[in-house]
């Protein structure tokens, strides 16, 4: 009988990964090699066609080996992939992770901790209280107690997690770790709606700058149909939004947005909280992009009355340089978190609890989840918060720079100062027919990864810069690439 494969795990584990290591190095190197650009060229057809020639059957009947399958397939993923750290690869809240963040996710995979038990995670689910605990800090300050709105300050110390919806820290602000703003979202969504249960269906109202996840949630969750309140300069209308509510029954969850995905704009969030407030109903803020901006000296009053609403999405996957995935939701108050308590005996039996165990089920609408909190951890503790924000501020910089640059070329329309790192521009009287073929050539031809976004009514180009390694020469190139398929 042959030897079972190494595991990942152990002491001799590391000493498995090792030689493995360095084919997925090599393999990523050359991959990216022989790409030579962003992404790949051709197309869809052409990628696929492409990645069947290198990797042939994915189901044999005897195996390649190992070395040979890693090597074949991460080659040609690498080879066939939109890479974020590369500058002209910009269209979306795709960030390029650093380099330790990674390592440290490596070492997540390899200890394959499952977040659904202290049995299975006794050191990870520690930590994960300390940082969300921190991290659920740099949103509310020192709240005293649910509802009251704090001052920015520095992270307390924490306990170890207890009950399902309690930290070492009771009546303090937690946060949840999910898997982006999406699964944030609704999670909001589910907490608001439990809250208010007695009271008669939960209605949500957003602006039309929302993310398509919040009227998503709803509907998961069975909700009304979302209200809509006009956003007409991108950014939620306090007046419209005091309309909407007035009068309107029952009990309502209003969902503004710190960073929209199509221009990265903020909500006026002081008002939209008066708002609320006035009419008794509950805010819930999509900060998935914007959150980021805690950390920025400079930037953070952008996010004044962040503090004032009961839950706030954050994305480390964006504004975080994670790898994907890294979200997280901020609540208030942890008597919200008490609708997730959930019993199965052999992961949180009442004996074990009682006798000291931590109660991890209550943490999440998953059960095996992964210790993606290692990974936002390192990072932390390698840049602190200067760093993070040193970060932040450089590719908020870099797109007003660019900004600067397009608003004083007579070739291009730029749609506004950015507020985040969203520069959204189109050449100067070209159809939005046109502007879309710009993109679709430049995607083709595996030159450049542009988004779009249509605002005002028209189409145009979104360069989301999330790369804190790009050059001035970098957006002068891009320019250069969409100047040239711009003559018809």
């Known amino acids: 009988m042959s030897n079972p494969p190494p595991l990942a795990g152990g002491p001799q584990g590391p000493q498995a990964l090792r030689p493995l290591l360095d084919i997925v190095l090599d393999a990523l190197h050359d991959g990216a090699t022989a790409r030579g650009g962003p992404l790949p060229a051709g197309g869809p057809h052409t990628v696929t ?57 490596l070492a997540a995979s390899a ?112 909700l009304p149909d979302p209200v809509t309140v006009p956003a007409p300069t991108g950014t939620l209308d306090p007046a419209a939004l005091d ?5 309107l029954p029952g009990p309502k969850l209003v969902a503004a947005t710190a960073g929209t995905t199509d ?54 996957h964006k504004l975080g340089w994670q790898p994907v995935a890294a979200g997280l939701l901020a609540v208030r108050d942890p008597a919200d978190l008490t609708p997730l308590t959930h019993h199965a005996d052999y992961l ?38 200067t760093g993070l924000g040193t970060l932040v501020d450089q590719v908020c910089d870099q797109a007003q720079e660019f900004a600067a640059t397009l608003h004083a070329h007579p070739g291009f329309d730029l749609y506004d100062t950015p507020t985040l790192s969203t520069v959204l521009f189109r050449p100067h009287g070209a159809p939005d027919e046109h502007i879309a073929h710009i993109r679709r050539t430049l995607l083709t031809q595996g030159r450049a990864v542009l988004g779009r976004a249509r605002m005002d009514g028209r189409l145009w180009l979104k360069a989301t810069l999330l790369n804190p390694h790009t050059q001035p020469g970098d957006l002068a190139q891009l320019l250069k690439l969409v100047e040239g398929n711009t003559a018809r």
């Open 49 to 105: 066609a492409r990645l069947r020639e290198l990797t042939g059957d994915p189901l044999p009947h005897h195996g390649t080996g190992p070395d040979t399958a890693l090597r074949t397939l991460v080659h040609a993923l690498a080879e066939g992939a939109a890479d974020p750290a590369d500058p002209l690869c910009a269209a979306h809240l795709h960030c390029p992770p650093l380099a330790l963040a990674t390592a440290a996710d």
């Open 111 to 222: 200890l394959n901790a499952s977040m659904d038990s202290w049995d299975q995670a006794p050191a990870a689910s520690a930590l994960e209280t300390l940082v969300t605990d921190a991290l659920a800090h740099e949103v509310y300050g020192d709240t005293g107690h649910p509802g009251q709105s704090g001052q920015p300050g520095h992270p307390g110390q924490s306990g170890q997690p207890g009950h399902p919806g309690q930290s070492g820290q009771p009546g303090h602000p937690q946060a949840l770790v999910t898997t982006g703003g999406t699964e944030a979202n609704q999670l909001a969504l589910l907490l608001a709606r439990e809250s208010h249960a007695s009271q008669g269906p939960l209605q949500l109202i957003t602006g039309t700058n929302a993310h398509h996840s919040l009227p998503r949630a709803a509907w998961l969750l069975g």
């Open 243 to 247: 309309e909407a509510l007035t009068d």
């Open 263 to 316: 221009a990265g704009l903020i909500d006026p969030l002081p008002e939209i909280a008066d708002v609320c407030e006035h009419h008794g109903a509950r805010l819930h803020i999509d900060a998935a992009y914007g959150a980021g901006l805690l950390f920025s000296p400079t930037r953070r009053t952008l996010l004044t009355g962040l503090d004032r609403a009961a839950t706030v999405t954050l994305d480390l």
């Open 348 to 385: 949180n039996a009442d004996d074990d609890t009682e006798a000291g165990l931590p109660d991890l089920l209550g943490r999440s609408l998953r059960t095996t989840r992964r210790p993606d909190i290692l990974k936002i951890a390192v990072t932390l503790k390698a840049l602190g918060r």
